[in-house]
């Protein structure tokens, strides 16, 4: 049990969960488990990937479960395959879900932040998240499996025949209400909203959080400064939703559940939707105490945890730890790498647009093109920004304080 | 049984029935018909959908579940404000009085809990609506509208966090407003804010950057109580509730609910 709960709490660290969680995500996606066909040369891939783990994990613990989770996770989605989106396979797993969360509430630690009031919510929207998650792609790949037999969609076999609003739709939405007051009359009976002391603008708590639907912003503060993590960040967010119908001009998938006629878009969104952004907010929620130190779900929220802050600057590890100098006064020159690597990084765009992405490029067009690979550029600056924190403790890739220009 | 019947019938056919639902059970085809077109609440509907719109496990109900919420929010919303007075005396006092005094008081929990599942709801809905590429021709303005929508909602759920003056709320707000004082230009931290002067004078700083426009002081205070107060009983929800008839007609005009075109 103490190992269950060690292992745990030393996978769920964001660095651990987040690169078991995209390389698993990655899996699923590309070795097309959606479509429900593993093949066997994959699982090897990973099985190597798992033991080079596990080789190095002797000396890192958490590479060394990273190596378990990594073995057990790809072992069972290998072997159900197509089998995982049977209804009974689904059923069994939600079940195992509800019950690994029933135990963990038998951990102190455990129950005071899961049931904490507004916590609440954010449990339930994990468990939705996820059914809902299986539910669509359930759906896709049924019909992936009619239109691979060249047969259509279910949607289109019923989109000719019409039924009355009133009955069928009325009594649906009727009785959805009553379901929906009773749900809330029930919870709101059950739970009694939070309050606490009243405001006193002289003692912060500690942590101080934002509500929760913000807090995947407030976990980006860990790795970006606030101008970027708080306000441009959350501007392309709502730019980028905004603009996917506009990108995406893929005709086909319009009105229907599939997956293999719209891989890209299926995965780009997936993985900012549920690896980035819910990833995010429930590290924030349920993992980060005070001083917005990281905390593991078994673990006790320590106030006088001690954390090493060792995180230097990109100028700090090229300038003084590579080239043996002093770091220049000039901030254009302490900062050239930084910014040359930034320009490098935004002109990926047109150099790939000149050959290896060149189908694309004139398939969207030019302005299609280049608004849908910025955006994309500034989503994946996130995980790359953390992945470079965890490897090499970089806090900034360009620290302009003269200006709060950091990036 | 046969009583119940007549008494059904009787009340029915009497004048005040019939002067509010003028159709009667819609017992034939075309009194199903008529009962849509004839009410202003059903002819939101068109008179005939299709089958997978009707589909739970198609729609997964999320558009009507966050409809229905927010329809909840303003009920409870409306009986809250009889007893709340938004200024730092009254705050927080009157929400303990609500929950002290008020026999049967859930109205608050049904409001904050609502709140949280509008929100849940709301991107559940855009999950939905994107896994069936339900936002491709013709539908991108009224995609376009729903996100316009998701970020209201989640402005209405942060405006009201404050509105209980208690140490969660301000220090919420205070670590989310604390934000937009990184605004690069327009706030008093951001980057390049620094270079806006005039002569040796810095135009932007903490009296006037976006941080300040948003609270309405240099912290949560009384004007950021009222001006929350305001925007979250009347700003926010007319907005949200002007563009939702929008979102709804488009529905209707983009080729109905969701489904294969």
Known sequence: MTFLKDFINTLSAASTSFLLLTSVFAFVVFFNLLEGKIRSKVGAIFIAFGTLFVVVGFAVRPLLYLGIAYFVILFMLSNLGGRLWDKRVGLRLLIGALAAFGLSMLDPNFFLIAAKPDNVPIGAMIFLLGIFTWIALRKAYLNDRQLAAGGIPWEKTESDEKLFTWPDLVYTEMLCMILLTIVMIVWSIALRAPLEEAANPTSSPNPAKAPWYFLGLQEMLVYFDPWLAGVVLPTLIIVGLMAIPYIDTNPKGNGYYSFRERKWEIGVFLYGFLVLWSFLIITGTFLRGPNWNFFGPFEYWDPNKLVPLVNVDLSEIIWVKLLGMPLPKLWILRESFGILLVLAYLSLPPLLAAKPFRRFYLKMGGPRYYVGSFLFLFMMALPIKMVLRWLFNLKYIVHIQEIFFNI | ?261
């Open chain 2, 1 to 261: 049984m046969a009583n119940l019947k007549s008494v059904q019938e009787g009340i029915v056919n009497s004048q005040i029935w019939k002067s509010v639902f003028r159709v009667g059970i819609p017992n034939t085809n075309r009194k199903r018909v008529l009962a849509v077109l004839g009410s202003l609440i059903l002819h939101l509907h068109p008179v005939k959908v299709r089958r997978s719109g009707v589909r739970m496990s198609y729609t997964w109900c999320m558009g009507g579940t966050s409809f229905f919420l927010f329809l909840v929010e303003t009920v409870t919303g409306l009986l809250l404000m009889f007893y709340y007075r938004p200024t730092i005396e009254y705050a927080f006092t009157d929400i303990l009085d609500l929950r002290e005094q008020a026999p049967f008081g859930i109205m608050r929990e049904m409001h904050r809990w609502g709140a949280h599942a509008m929100v849940i709801a709301v991107w559940l809905h855009m999950f939905r609506v994107f896994m069936t590429g339900s936002y491709k021709p013709p539908r991108e303005f009224n995609w376009n509208i729903g996100v316009i929508l998701l970020v209201l909602t989640l402005l209405l759920s942060f405006t009201g966090y404050l509105l209980p003056w208690d140490q969660l709320a301000i220090w919420a707000i205070t670590v989310g407003s604390n934000m937009a004082r990184a605004t690069p230009g327009a706030g008093n931290e951001g980057p390049m804010s620094g270079l806006i002067k005039l002569g040796d004078i810095r135009l932007i700083h903490a009296g006037d950057d976006a941080r300040f426009a948003l609270i309405g002081g240099r912290s949560i205070g009384p004007s950021t109580l009222l001006r929350f107060y305001v925007l979250h009983c009347m700003v926010i929800p007319l907005a949200a509730g002007f563009l939702m008839a929008i979102h709804f007609w488009r529905v209707r005009k983009d080729g109905g609910i969701s489904g294969p075109l």
